[in-house]
């Protein structure tokens, strides 16, 4: 079955960067619009970022933009999420999520429309 397998999370200062990787497989990539999503103690899963086959279809949460870049290298089925001067609100588990790509960036924010997840990384930053 589809796989999503996320890494590169950890423990960051406030200011600090991280870049987080999903690696997909068993799914013909070109096809899936790819995303992030994250989960704070507490919360509902909010939207963070996405990005369909080409950079022309890339979303991003109001909250991140301007610091965080999503991105995706298609030869090796895998997308990454560049975070930048990353703020305490940013903690949270970060989840990889992948849907067909119908070419509508409008349904990229919306969490039901994800057909595949990852398992989510941690990332926490300390004030």
């Known amino acids: 079955q589809v796989q999503l397998v996320e890494s590169g999370g950890g423990l960051v200062q406030t200011g600090g960067s991280l870049t987080l990787s999903c690696a997909a497989s068993r799914l013909t990539f070109s096809s899936y619009a790819m995303g992030w999503f994250r989960q704070a103690p507490g919360k509902e899963r909010e939207f963070v970022a996405a990005?369909?086959?080409?950079?022309?279809?890339?979303a991003y949460a109001d909250s991140v933009k301007g610091r965080f870049t999503i991105s995706r290298d298609n030869a090796k089925n895998t997308v990454y999420l560049q975070m930048n001067s990353l703020k305490p609100e940013d903690t949270a588990v970060y989840y990889c999520a992948a849907r067909v790509d119908l070419g509508n960036t409008d349904s990229y924010y919306n969490v039901r429309n994800y057909d595949y997840w990852g398992q989510g990384t941690q990332v926490t930053v300390s004030s």
């Open positions: 990005r369909g086959w080409n950079a022309g279809r890339t």
